[in-house]
């Protein structure tokens, strides 16, 4: 397995290094000249003239050719050190580590709650199928992954903090504070999971080795659960690392309208005020996080079903 890990890891670099200069490009035809952004931060009458933006342009080493200005920024985010912020004025990297644990925080919580919610509610839909129940749960699930994460959040601060005061509505003040934003993240890959795994928990449910296990005088709940769940969650671990990918974007609704202080609402400030290297390096952050992730999730088949091998050739 070790070997594995490190054969997709290594596969993992030309996607993080095509990443990288996609957003890098994107950032330099991106409006606005970054070397005129600083100037104006940086000058005294709030106008920059053509001297300070040409001074600017040389502190940012924006007089390079491109290639030699990507080259330069790549290897200094292998070193860790992905620029100063314009509009802080600190190190982006620094930023950066005080942001991700909220963001960490709020994805854990949230794919969390959506797998708590998830797997109930796909067992149940599979136990009642085609029935009232399976029908209910299959339309709550549809309305789940489709309404808006914006449109949701309103309604539950609606509900729960402005109507009945139950929680609140912005900020990291304690424990309570993050079940908001974890709901609005989780809602949607909730939904799909549970629909994913309905569907695949009805298709073992033909497999021999059901049979065998109602022969036996297992009662249906007993069935689905020890035996079935199992290998029905195989096609579903294959869909987490996009439930996880969910989760990013989704974190950048709710920490927006939650205040919650994290990587999201770190960048959609960065972006208001144009920036680019915390920008540049938040993207890069993300993109690293997601690749790992997903290797994590590869190297869970293994866990999920004894049966899968992970790198083994057949």
């Known amino acids: 397995m070790a070997r594995y890990a490190a054969r997709r890891f290594l596969l993992a670099v030309p996607a993080l290094l095509g990443l990288s200069f996609l957003v890098f ?5 991106a409006p606005g000249d970054p070397a005129e952004v600083l100037a104006a931060k940086t000058a005294v009458s709030g106008q920059a ?44 990297t620094g930023e950066l580590r005080q942001a991700f644990p909220a963001t960490l925080q709020l994805a854990a919580t949230a794919f969390l709650l959506s797998l708590l919610l998830a797997f109930p509610l796909g067992i149940i839909a599979a136990l009642f199928h085609r029935r009232f129940l399976d029908h209910l749960l299959r339309g709550s699930s549809l309305v789940g ?28 003040e304690g424990a309570t504070s993050i ?37 036996k005088g297992l009662r249906e709940i007993a069935v689905v659960v020890d035996h079935a769940v199992r290998n029905a969650a195989v096609p579903v671990v294959t869909v987490l690392g996009g439930v996880v990918a969910g989760l990013l974007e989704g974190s950048v609704i709710a920490e927006t309208i939650f205040a919650w202080p994290g990587l999201g ?22 993109a690293v996080v997601f690749v790992l992730m997903n290797l994590l999730v590869d190297l869970s088949y293994s866990v999920v079903n004894p049966r899968v091998r992970v790198g083994e050739r057949r």
């Open 179 to 215: 079940i908001l934003p974890a709901l609005v993240v989780a809602i949607g890959p909730a939904a799909v999971v549970s629909r994913l795994l309905r569907a695949s928990l009805l298709e073992v449910m033909g497999d021999g080795y059901i049979a065998t296990a109602r022969g």
């Open 265 to 286: 609402r770190l960048t959609l400030r960065a972006l208001e005020q144009q920036d680019y290297p915390m920008v540049l390096g938040a993207v890069t952050y993300a």
């Open 145 to 172: 992954a489709s309404i808006p994460g914006f449109f949701l959040a309103y309604v539950l601060v609606f509900a729960f903090a402005v109507r009945f005061h139950l929680l609140p509505v912005a900020g990291n």
């Open 25 to 29: 490009v994107l950032a330099t035809v």
């Open 49 to 92: 003239t053509e001297e300070e933006i040409a001074l600017a342009q040389r502190e940012l080493k924006l007089d390079r050719p491109f290639l030699v200005q990507y080259g330069s920024w790549l290897g200094g985010a292998v070193r860790g050190d992905l620029g100063m912020s314009f509009s802080l004025n600190k190190p982006v």
